[in-house]
Structure formats: C-alpha cells, structure tokens
Antibody
C-alpha cells in the first residue's frame, strides 16, 4: 500500500528555517520521484521542487535560493529545508509521488496528507 | 512558466446534474494535464491524467477531454460525495503549475 506522510513543526518563527520530512512506504525512492507542493490557506497549489529517483534534485526558481531537498533512501525519507521564512510561507506542505516515465514529466499519483506550517512573528 | 487559467472559481449544482470545469493553458501542453479532487482538510486525489485517462478506482461519472491549450473535466450525475475543490495541473513542462481551483457545492 502506497503511503506518504509528512512530519514537521506546526509553527516556525519569522526568518527561521523550516524542516519537513516525508516518509514513504509501499515503494522505493530509487524507483519513483518525490515532489514537494505547498498550498497557502484558501489558495491554490504551488510546485516547489523534486527529488529524482537517481538522487538529483530540481527546484522551482521561485524558491531556488532558499530551498533544499535531500533524502535518506535507507529510511525511505525525503527532506525539505527552506530558510529565511516569511509570513507568506504559511501553508500546507505536501509531498507527492511521481512515476519515472522515460525521463519525461508525469503526473502525481499519490500525495501525503500534508503538514500545516504557520510562520509567526 | 506555463499559466493555467481555471474556471469557474465556484460552482453550485443539484444532485444528478452534470457539471463542467475548464482549464486553459498559456501554451500547448500536449495533453500533459491532470485533474485532482481535494476535499476539505485532505490531500489532492488524482482523478484524470493525460487529459482523458481515468485513474484507477475513480468513478466513471468523471471524464476529461481537450487538447492543445483547452481542457475540461466533466462530472455526470453529481453525487453528494463530489463536494470538493477541483484543480487542474499541467505536467508538460517544469515548473509544474496548477489552476486556481474550482469549489463545487450542492444546491
């Protein structure tokens, strides 16, 4: 059974660093890509970046300078770290699975339940 | 970046009705389009991929169509459990982008 579960803080102070872990089960991180997507309250979805099955990463240029994605395949975990948090980073953060399809972009077939993070001053 | 314009922003329909949600891309996305359903407080669930392919386990009253820059999601015989927000997503090119969402309610 495919599952993704995000864990992280509810509250982060302004200008501090956010760290979220996505723990997956039912599939291998070396076979599927995992992406991060966020959703501010009452708003739409925003793609943040990806951890490729081969270990490489890609980032939305909107975040590139302050976002880092890494993984520990032995623990089936993907990590998101974002620094210099501002109030408009308040959002629900999701990880999502993407199949590896001939190196082409593809849809997300499973999502985690998300973790709501509030940036407080 | 490819912009996705979704309409309407909200929709109210009666049980048993048919509703349609539209998404327009700012350039040709060659059917690289998915539709997701998101219920309050929950994660998005894949409904449709490749513009018109039904994801496993999704009821057949959901269907997708379109090509080029224009795509639509149709829900036949609206059920109470279809109350949710619906998002389109283009995955033709990075960065992936999403429509702003349609909130569907029952009249």
């Amino acid at each position: 059974q495919v599952q993704l579960k995000e864990t992280g803080p509810d509250l982060v102070q302004l200008t501090q660093t956010l760290s979220i872990t996505c723990t997956v089960s039912g599939f291998s991180l070396t076979t599927y890509n995992v992406h991060w997507v966020r959703q501010p309250p009452g708003k739409g979805l925003e793609w943040m970046g990806a951890m490729w099955n081969g270990g490489g990463t890609d980032y939305n240029s909107a975040f590139k300078s302050r976002l880092s994605i890494s993984r520990d395949t032995s623990k089936s975990q993907v990590f998101l770290k974002m620094n210099s948090l501002q109030t408009d980073d308040t959002a629900k953060y999701f990880c999502a699975r993407q199949r590896v399809y001939y190196g082409l972009p593809d849809y997300f077939d499973y999502w985690g339940q998300g973790v709501m993070v509030t940036v407080s001053s | 970046d490819i912009q996705m314009t979704q309409s309407p922003a909200s929709l109210s329909a009666s049980l048993g009705e048919t509703v349609t949600i539209e998404c327009r891309a700012s350039e040709d996305i060659y059917n690289g389009l998915a539709w997701y359903q998101q219920k309050p407080g929950k994660s998005p669930q894949l409904l449709i991929y490749n513009a018109n392919s039904l994801h496993t386990g999704v009821p057949s009253r959901f269907s997708g169509s379109g090509s080029g820059t224009q795509y639509s999601l149709k829900i036949n015989s609206l059920q109470s459990e279809d109350v949710a927000s619906y998002f389109c997503q283009q995955y033709y090119d990075y960065p992936f982008t999403f429509g702003s969402g349609t909130k569907l309610e029952i009249k």
